[in-house]
């Protein structure tokens, strides 16, 4: 009975959990964008776009959710079923009416009430199968996982509903339009009638229904200061290059070329196919592709990176290293195109590149340090140019960000014992090998050795 009811407590607490499986998609040209779009919404809400990140995930449903901490995960098919920037800043603005109200962390109190409700009739059903009653008693049950449920859901669409008036007036504050966040929400509606759902019980759904979210939205929009603002079009142009590369990257290159087919010589198309046949093993003509996007703007950052990538990945890292040198400087030495640089320059196998390696992936962990890629080459040129104390410290930090904890604790404290005691990167093994320790002392059964 107790392990019964215990796992229909937990059945309830997931609920309200999102889904983790999904692979993080990280890009340079789409986190910038990201960023721009968000900043002036995230100073809206009251909250640092020094804390708040916008992070897409690689899932082809249209969603977005927050899951804790300051984070807006967007799903890249929520990029690619929208049709404008101005729809995305939408979404983005709801989002962060949850994280501005703290309703990931208030979840437990809608959760708890429903909790009761579910352990209570299971109480009561199970006594009445003891005392005879079966078909009552499974009924008593079934009932109350119903009202749970629905209690549950009720807490959610209240919350939905408050993070809908939040995010409108953020738009407003920051002089966006409400327009996209209108449009969008039309879209669900129209997806929810394409599906056969548009006689559903709204009592028995999480978020209140697309056409009411619209209703109760579109006055305050529509009265709003910033509902008639113009459009961003230089953002709006950098949302049509990045859902172009986003298809070409996620996509079946058979339907990318369906959409982008070669007669169609826009940036967007070449952008697109540039990633679609290297995704598909055709080096050559992934690299006519960057080729003619570099004709359209030899200097443009991730025309460069992209370039670079695919010569990089054909095998001819020198070849890589001057687009790759140039997309660094050019993007302000954004930390995921100086990783595949520094990448490259340890890739041609030539010593005299590692010290530049050594440097340029230095300062991208410092202005990134949640990138393993960038730990890992940092590592390897440390471990090529002898300096294992540092290829040991490189190895914990990834370890560390992996969650391998005995690993990150072994490798950090061999780190400890070659450098310099005190010093800055000392006190980081330190921290680390501390860290991953006690990881292991809380959750022995997690690293018992087999």
Do not use: C
Not at 161 to 172: F, P, Q, R, V
Not at 274 to 301: N, R, V
């Amino acid at each position: 009975m107790k392990r019964f009811i215990a796992g229909l407590a937990a059945s309830i607490l997931l609920w309200a959990q999102p889904a983790y499986a999904q692979s993080i998609l990280r890009d340079a040209e789409t986190e910038a964008m990201f960023n721009d779009m968000s900043r002036p919404l995230i100073i809206a809400a009251g909250l640092s776009p020094r804390n708040v990140r916008v992070v897409l995930i690689n899932d082809d449903s249209i969603n977005a959710f927050v899951a804790g901490g300051q984070t807006v995960y967007v799903h890249s098919g929520l990029i690619q079923a929208a049709d404008n920037a101005n729809e995305v800043q939408g979404v983005i603005a709801h989002e962060l009416g949850h994280i501005a109200d703290g309703h990931v962390v208030l979840q437990s109190d809608g959760a708890r009430p429903a909790m009761g409700i579910s352990i209570l009739s299971m109480v009561l059903g199970l006594a009445a199968i003891a005392a005879g009653a079966g078909e009552a008693g499974m009924g008593i049950m079934q009932a109350g996982q119903q009202a749970a449920m629905g209690k549950f859901l009720s807490f959610t669409r209240v919350q939905e509903s408050t993070a809908d008036a939040a995010g409108a007036k953020y738009l407003n504050a920051a002089g966006i339009s409400g327009r996209g966040m209108i449009s969008f929400f039309k879209k669900l509606q129209n997806e929810e009638y394409a599906y056969g759902m548009g006689n559903i019980d709204p009592y028995a759904q999480s978020h209140p229904l697309s056409g009411q979210r619209v209703a109760n939205l579109t006055h305050d929009l529509q009265m709003g200061p910033a509902w008639t603002a113009k459009p961003d079009l230089p953002l709006e142009e950098r949302f049509k290059r990045v859902k172009a590369k986003l298809r070409g990257y996620v996509a079946d290159p058979k339907t990318t070329m369906n959409i982008f087919p070669e007669t169609d010589q826009s940036v967007y198309a070449h952008y697109a196919r540039a990633y679609a046949w290297h995704k598909a093993g055709y080096p050559e003509k992934a690299d006519a592709e960057s080729a003619a996007l570099l004709k359209a703007d030899p200097h443009d950052p991730y025309f460069l990176e992209i370039r670079g990538q695919i010569l990089l990945e054909a095998g001819k890292p020198a070849e890589a290293l001057a687009p790759l040198r140039e997309a660094t400087n050019r993007s302000d030495n954004s930390p995921l195109i100086a990783t595949t640089f520094g990448h490259a320059l340890i890739a041609t196998d030539d010593k005299a590149n590692y010290p530049e390696a050594v440097k340029v992936l230095r300062q991208a962990v410092a202005r990134d340090d949640q990138n393993p890629f960038a730990w890992y080459q940092l590592g390897t040129v440390y471990d090529r140019t002898g300096d294992q104390p540092r290829a040991m410290l490189a190895t914990a930090e990834q370890a560390s960000m992996n969650g391998n904890s005995p690993i990150a604790a072994y490798t950090a404290r061999g780190a400890m014992a070659g450098l310099t005691p005190n010093s800055i990167d000392w006190i980081r093994a330190q921290d680390i090998a501390m860290t991953a320790q006690n990881d292991i002392d809380e959750n022995p059964k997690k690293f018992k050795r087999r």
